[in-house]
């Protein structure tokens, strides 16, 4: 049995206080008039001298395109003609960076939390895949999967409960000003409204978690009994919660991260968030697999397991760059307004991020991982590991923050502090879920392969 | 590779109590067999066909695209449907060799042999359209980055089309190679076999001197991965590329971004509906039934399974998205509601009845090991696949922005004729294909013989205790000895299961 240390408690108890103490003053500094916004740009340009923050104004405009709670703005200047750039404009223009600076803390809370909630659900779909195509040589890290997949229980409450809260800040369909103003959210009303948009999340929050419950359940069934009925109980389940799972990660994207630019749209986007999901989870399960069997608690574990996760890394990290460089290459190659806004912003405000993060999630683990005897290296796969979740990190943070706060992003405080946040929560709950039965299942029909599984 | 140790649970991938040499003597029966009579009526069908075929090829590039029932509005239609219809059925063929190969599934070796030889056929038959469909063909090679006379004057390398070019020419080159370097020991053995000495001759030069020693057999399987990791992405890109002939375009419901890795759950599901229907008529022909069981056949449902659900899902995606895009040109596109109730409507039917509402009844283990209804659904889906480019092509061009020239498409005796040809085509290539050819790769069967052969899964099952196993199977030592000479812990129990797996 593994049992968390008391020290490993500690620190995550600490992140965690740190975490919520750093998100708590992201909260409070956040300006809450426009004078205070005006402080804060002044603070943000100084010393950039007048010729910047002309052309950042400029940079705005563009970037504003896609913003939240901006189309109403786009629709008036576009309605004033470009002669009108009076003092009324102005202060729209300052209303809207208030806004875009309270969602920041919002912003950076979402995206540690998805991030976490995501390689936790991400795991719960391998490990369903896993019964599913009877694999025969995962069975000894069912365990390890097992004890990731007990963070989604709190990770996607707390994810709902944002989601369900940020309101405006996220979502701004949910301005009825706005929607009224605006024929096609008008048109779109009929998804995009409140009490749907809450009926969806709670429907995605249940499916995840019964399967998870009963999973778990039935494998721990599974080791107290010689007949393998659990087993199969949970080889239906999975094909079940898969089907469900692909019809409710692709609305989930829609939801929680499309609508946040409500007049884009691609068709891709919930796959793409699903490769992101998917390679982050597969990088937890052989990081956490590492750490565990270094500390002795999988003796059962040997290099091939070791080097089977590491090639699904390297497999789904093409996999996710293929999707990335679809959606991007045929928005960029057909141009059309509309839909290149999202890009645009992106790589006008985000650029190092935002085609450094190919680098990191695409090239770096392609060139590492693709010798078969480095991926039998714990250290190794563990720094490719470390730089995919960096990456996949900031893949989030590109999902979110462009739609969200615009130009006014920064990498501070409560950034940080959500990560350490999210990080405390889930190195405690994750412990305490590997802690809650024997790292080693009994009696699965392809344990015994599993066991002697060589490559 | 893998471990000889096999969990009971597991269904033996070949019955009839086979040897080694009950194997050899199976594959190579059809070849050194004769032709029968049905042979001959099916192949005098297909070379029928063929020709005509390629009288209507003859009289197109004579006469002029014209003579398609292709105009003004709707400048593509059965042609590129063809094309990307067969590209789509070949894709099953890599996917078996290569992806199922990087997944270790054993059960692909009884199948991939006859599914590679489809993806060769299929893609040369989609290689045709590409030519034929051009208003001059014989100006054909100028898609070539050739140095020439015209102040070396070269193509654009933005066109999804040019891609296609390299794409479609990559792929049927890499997949011939892998193919071939698989026949070699299978050459080797009907050479070996051979008794005429014409027949010896020239399956001597086919097997390229194979003499199996364990050096060659040792690369031959590090050659296999290496070009299975790389026909698998192949395989994505090539479907991919033929997807960006739409989605890089403007037109609505064509420029969507789900499209590559949709067009490629398609082809899988298209390709596999193909190899089903191909190989449980094989089975039966050339007695089989030993190596392509049921279970196979089971297999390759849950595939088809599997990828129907990604393609219903992309369907359900492009309709929702369609709407909620709320662009009143969305409203035309191949999957929407003036697609479903417009003058197209019996096409979009056609669709989702032959994509989505058959296949379902997949999801039925009955039906899924029932043949002759595998069969039928296989059908339905090649079918509906075909459907699927078909109104992603016409239904999206038929009425574009400009409602003055919205049109209608129908083909003539000439568009027809051509698809037909190239069916014919493919099954000429097909039949001479399972008369001369080993249809299933011996070589590999035999590796797995052991270990999923049911002759020696009853063997274990009489030597219930892992000790007599070893000297029942005769392990050799790569084969993951730990699994049968280690005493572990909890043995009893696990042997214990093994029996109520049985009652189970």
Not at chain 1, 386 to 392: A, D, K, M, Q, S
Not at chain 2, 130 to 139: A, Q, S, T
Not at chain 2, 239 to 247: G, K, L, P, R, Y
Not at chain 2, 268 to 289: C, D, H, P
Request: aromatic share 16%; net charge neutral; proline share 4%.
């Amino acid at each position: 049995m593994y049992k968390q240390s008391g020290k490993v408690k500690l620190i995550s108890i600490i992140l965690i206080v740190l975490g919520a103490l750093g998100i708590g003053y992201g909260f409070i500094t956040a300006p809450s008039t426009i004078d205070e916004a005006k402080e804060i740009l002044a603070a943000e340009h100084g010393g950039h001298g007048e010729d910047h923050s002309a052309t950042a104004n400029e940079d705005h405009h563009t970037a504003e395109i896609n913003s939240a709670g901006h189309v109403k703005h786009v629709e008036k200047s576009e309605a004033h003609g470009e002669e009108v750039h009076s003092e009324s404009h102005e202060d729209e223009h300052l209303e809207h960076v208030l806004h875009q600076l309270q969602t920041k803390p919002w912003s950076a809370t979402f995206v540690a939390g998805f991030f976490f909630l995501m390689i936790a659900l991400g795991v719960l779909v391998f490990y369903a895949i896993q019964f599913v195509a009877q694999v025969g040589w995962s069975p000894v890290l069912f365990r390890v999967m097992e004890g990731i997949t007990a963070y989604i229980l709190p990770g996607s409450i707390i994810v709902v409960l944002i989601v369900l809260f940020a309101g405006e800040h996220f979502y701004p369909w949910q301005n009825h000003e706005l929607v009224a103003g605006d024929k096609i959210l008008q048109g779109k009303s009929g998804y995009l409204n409140f009490p749907f948009f809450v009926i969806r999340a709670i429907v995605y929050l249940l499916i995840w978690n019964t399967y998870r419950f009963f999973a778990v359940k039935n494998s721990r069934d599974q080791d107290d009994s010689v007949a393998i009925k659990p087993y199969r109980k949970n080889f239906k389940f999975s094909v079940i919660f898969l089907l469900f799972f692909m019809i409710t990660e692709s609305t989930m994207a829609w939801d929680w991260f499309m609508s946040m630019t409500p007049h884009w749209y691609s068709t891709l986007f919930a796959w793409y968030i699903f490769a992101t999901m998917i390679v982050s989870a597969l990088t937890v399960i052989a990081i956490t697999t590492i750490i565990l069997k270094k500390l002795g608690h999988l003796p059962f574990v040997n290099n091939s397991h070791l080097h089977d996760v590491a090639k699904f890394m390297f497999g789904f990290s093409i996999f996710w760059t293929y999707l990335w460089f679809s959606q991007f290459m045929l928005i960029w190659y057909a141009n059309i307004p509309e839909e290149v806004t999202y890009f645009t912003l992106r790589m006008e405000e985000y650029n190092l991020l935002f085609f450094g993060m190919v680098v990191i999630n695409f090239v770096f683990p392609i060139l590492i991982l693709m010798n078969s005897d480095f991926k039998r290296i714990p250290w190794f796969v563990v720094i490719a590991g470390c730089f995919i979740l960096v990456g996949h990190y900031i893949d989030v943070y590109l999902l979110v923050m462009p739609s969200t706060v615009g130009s006014h992003w920064s990498f501070g405080i409560t950034e940080f502090a959500a990560i350490l946040f999210f990080l405390g929560l889930f190195l405690l709950v994750v412990g305490f879920g590997l802690g809650k039965a024997p790292l080693k299942i009994k009696n699965n029909p392809f344990l015994k392969e599993s066991e002697n599984y060589h490559y | 590779m893998s471990s000889h140790y096999e969990a009971p649970i597991r269904e033996p991938l070949v019955t009839g109590n086979k040897s080694y040499h009950d194997v050899t003597v199976d594959v190579a029966a059809p070849v050194e067999g004769k032709a029968n009579k049905s042979w001959w009526l099916v192949f005098s069908i297909a070379l029928v066909a063929f020709l005509w075929g390629l009288g209507c090829i003859i009289y197109t590039v004579s006469t002029g695209i014209g003579s398609w029932g292709l105009n003004k509005t709707i400048g593509w239609a059965w042609d590129i449907t063809n094309f990307v219809w067969w590209v789509g059925i070949g894709h099953a063929g890599t996917l078996i060799s290569a992806v199922l190969l990087l997944f270790r599934q054993k059960w692909r070796m009884a199948v991939n042999r006859s599914a590679e030889a489809m993806t060769i056929f299929a893609v040369v038959q989609a290689g045709l359209f590409p030519i034929i469909h051009m208003g001059r063909p014989w100006l054909a090679y100028w898609v070539l980055p050739i140095p020439n006379q015209f102040g070396s004057l070269w193509v654009n390398f933005n066109s999804p089309l040019l891609w296609d070019v390299f794409a479609i020419s990559t792929y049927l080159s890499v997949s011939l190679v892998f193919w071939w370097t698989g026949l070699l020991p299978d050459f080797a053995m009907i050479r070996d076999r051979a008794t005429k000495p014409f027949q010896k001759k020239i399956y001597g030069i086919l097997s390229f001197g194979w003499s199996g020693r364990a050096k060659d057999w040792q690369r031959f399987e590090e050659v296999s991965l290496v070009l299975a990791g790389l026909a698998t992405p192949l395989v994505l890109s090539v479907h991919t590329i033929v997807s960006f002939d739409f989605a890089t375009s403007l037109v609505p419901g064509w420029h969507s971004t789900i499209f590559p890795p949709y067009f490629v759950a398609g082809a899988i599901f298209s390709g596999f509906a193909m190899v089903q229907t191909l190989l449980i008529t094989m089975r039966k022909v050339i007695n089989l039934e030993n190596y392509i069981t049921i279970l196979h056949i089971e297999y390759m449902n849950k595939v088809i399974v599997l990828t129907g659900g990604i393609v219903s899902v992309a369907y359900i995606t492009e309709y929702f998205i369609g709407w909620y895009s709320g662009i009143s040109y969305e409203n035309y596109t191949y999957l929407s509601f003036g697609a479903a109730t417009g003058p197209y409507a019996w096409a979009f039917w056609a669709l989702i009845t032959c994509n989505f509402i058959v296949p379902l009844t997949l999801w039925i283990k009955k039906l899924r090991r029932n043949i002759v209804w595998t069969f039928f659904v296989a059908l339905v889906i090649n079918i509906g696949m075909w459907f699927e480019r078909f109104d992603i092509i016409v239904i999206c061009l038929s009425k574009g922005r400009t409602p003055s020239s919205w049109a209608m498409f129908s083909p003539t005796f000439i568009d027809i004729g051509t698809f037909v040809g190239t069916i014919g085509f493919f099954f000429v290539l097909f039949l001479l294909y399972a008369r001369t050819f080993p249809v299933i790769a011996q070589a590999e069967v035999k590796t797995i013989l052991k270990s999923s052969g049911d002759k020696y899964k009853k063997l274990r099952e009489e030597h219930v205790s892992d000790d007599h196993i070893g000297e029942v199977e005769e392990f050799p030592a790569s084969g993951g000895p730990a699994a049968n000479t280690e005493a572990h812990e909890g043995e009893d129990d696990l042997n214990s299961e093994d029996k109520n797996n049985k009652n189970n």
